[in-house]
């Protein structure tokens, strides 16, 4: 399993509003590590979505936007669209694992 | 623009090893550590490690320890992954990212840009 914890699935009609949560612990996000999100639509590689916890890279709109609380950390998105189907990944670094950046289990996106 | 570009397909037998390969351009490719990140089929996303290009050090995520080994060559801008003794769960798409924090410290990478993914298919 993975160090970070996210839902397998989540799912929202166009328009809607859905929240992909990332559970950490004190090793981790507790720490005051960064979070940070990655989008991977079906057969392409990973893409930067929110780095830093909350902020986003030119070209993201701003529909996507990501927060961080205690051990947790979410992404959310607004204006649903069928594009946004795909998965998503949360990461971040771990100190009790020697250098290791770790990741979510990965949300699956489905716009229904 | 900042891209990254990998070798392509490989299949491999048990016991052999494989060796990816990463080319950076568009940007001072020492100035960045790069990682490499792998997907089985269906699965989530598996950190595997990082090297710093300008001195070649690297750290290897425990699991792989023994088997994984980074290096680049700065002449062409390339980093190098070898993963050697294959077993059919080393099957993923293996991608390199170029690890960047700006203002944050090392530990808050995140990674950006990301290669296009090379798929190892280890099967006898």
């Known amino acids: 399993q993975s160090v970070l914890t996210q839902p397998p699935s989540v799912s929202g009609a166009p328009g809607q509003r859905v929240t992909i949560s990332c559970t950490g612990s004190?090793?981790?996000?507790?720490?005051?590590?960064?979070v940070h999100w990655y989008q991977q639509l079906p057969g392409t590689a990973p893409k930067l979505l929110i780095y830093?916890?909350?902020n986003r890279p030119s070209g993201v709109p701003d529909r996507f936007s990501g927060s961080k609380s205690g051990t947790s950390a979410s992404l959310a998105i607004t204006g649903l669209q069928g594009e946004d189907e795909a998965d998503y990944y949360c990461?971040?670094?771990?100190?009790?694992?020697?250098?290791?950046?770790?990741f979510g289990g990965g949300t699956k996106l489905t716009v229904l | 623009q900042v891209k990254l570009v990998q070798s392509g397909a490989e299949v491999k037998k048990p016991g052999d090893s494989v060796k990816v390969s990463c080319k950076a351009s568009?940007?001072?490719?020492?100035?960045?550590?790069m990682h490499w990140v792998r997907q089985a089929p269906g699965q989530g996303l598996e950190w595997m490690g990082i090297?710093?290009?300008?001195?070649?050090?690297?750290g290897y995520a425990q699991k792989l320890q023994g088997r994984v080994t980074m290096t680049r060559d700065t002449s062409t801008s390339t980093v190098y992954m070898e993963l050697s003794s294959l077993r059919s769960e080393d099957t993923a798409v293996y991608y390199c990212?170029?690890?960047?924090?700006?203002?944050?410290?090392?530990?808050?990478?995140?990674?950006?840009?990301w290669g296009q993914g090379t798929l190892v298919t280890v099967s006898s």
């Open positions: 830093a916890n909350s």
């Open positions: 090297i710093n290009p300008s001195s070649g050090a690297t």
């Open positions: 004190s090793s981790n996000i507790g720490a005051g590590y960064d």
């Open positions: 990212a170029r690890g960047y924090y700006g203002s944050r410290n090392y530990q808050n990478s995140w990674f950006d840009p």
């Open positions: 568009g940007y001072t490719f020492s100035s960045y550590y």
């Open positions: 990461q971040s670094y771990d100190n009790s694992l020697s250098g290791s950046r770790v």
